[in-house]
């Protein structure tokens, strides 16, 4: 610690994780996390309603999570922050839409 200056590894600034690194990791974790959460307490609700309805659901509650993550593209390991971030969008997708569990008439 220099005179006065705090260093931390990880913060929350508006609402997004950064570490020092600017990498998504604490991000994703924090969406994976909140996902899991919000799908398992509507489960009943998605389970009953059309896909349509759940397609608005996960661009109400879950999108806006991805919205914050676009200054962090821009760092210098943008291509590793990518392809981690586009793959926990298709699992919150498919987590809430329900697309990920087959049914045996479709």
């Given at each position: ?35 899991d959460?919000?799908?398992?307490k ?17 661009e ?47």
């Open positions: 610690m220099l005179e006065g200056i705090h260093f931390t590894h990880k913060y929350k600034y508006l609402g997004t994780w950064i570490t020092n690194k600017l990498t998504l990791d604490s991000q994703l974790e924090c969406i994976k996390k909140k996902t959460i919000l799908a398992s509507l489960f009943p609700l998605l389970h009953d309603v059309s896909l349509s309805f759940r397609i608005n659901l996960w109400i509650f879950i999108k806006p999570l991805f919205d914050q993550l676009v200054h962090l593209f821009y760092a210098d390991t943008a291509k590793t922050n990518r392809s981690k971030a586009t793959r926990l969008l298709k699992y919150t997708f498919k987590r809430f839409t329900l697309l990920s569990r087959s049914t045996p008439d479709d």
